[in-house]
């Protein structure tokens, strides 16, 4: 089954019926859009409707891509950030093997790592 990409360009918006301000997504290439007072809020309903701006059925598979327009923030800022992010948490997974080879526990590792307790999931034995 071939998997299909969709685009979603963010913006912060002052929402007309309320006044406040609200995440706004709109798919480029495609009709939708969306908006959430967060961004969790923001994604869910991307997920939501992600289907039905491509004309697909639920089980075909579409993986989404974010492209962040706030001011004052250049798009390839938050990229560069992901990319060394990514490469990080893989070297933490790396690493945690290892200390976990040599007997620490994952609350040691995070500690020795300086991992947040919210990232712990790094540390974790893989499945």
């Given at each position: 089954?071939?998997?299909?990409?969709?685009?979603?360009?963010?913006?912060?918006?002052?929402?007309?019926?309320?006044?406040?301000?609200?995440?706004?997504?709109?798919?480029?290439?495609?009709?939708?859009?969306?908006?959430?007072?967060?961004?969790?809020?923001?994604?869910?309903?991307?997920?939501?409707?992600?289907?039905?701006?491509?004309?697909?059925?639920?089980?075909?598979?579409?993986?989404?891509?974010?492209?962040?327009?706030?001011?004052?923030?250049?798009?390839?800022v938050l990229t560069s950030y992901r990319r060394e992010r990514a490469h990080l948490d893989e070297s933490a997974r790396a690493i945690a093997v290892r200390l976990r080879e040599a007997g620490l526990s994952e609350r040691?590792?995070?500690?020795?790592?300086?991992?947040?307790?919210?990232?712990?999931?790094?540390?974790?034995?893989?499945?």
């Open positions: 089954m071939t998997a299909h990409r969709l685009t979603f360009k963010v913006t912060r918006s002052r929402a007309l019926d309320t006044g406040e301000d609200v995440w706004v997504a709109l798919a480029v290439g495609a009709p939708g859009s969306v908006s959430g007072e967060s961004l969790a809020e923001l994604v869910e309903e991307v997920e939501a409707v992600k289907h039905f701006c491509l004309g697909l059925p639920k089980e075909t598979p579409v993986s989404v891509e974010y492209v962040y327009e706030l001011p004052g923030l250049p798009q390839d040691d590792s995070a500690m020795l790592l300086d991992v947040p307790e919210s990232r712990t999931d790094l540390l974790e034995r893989s499945a």
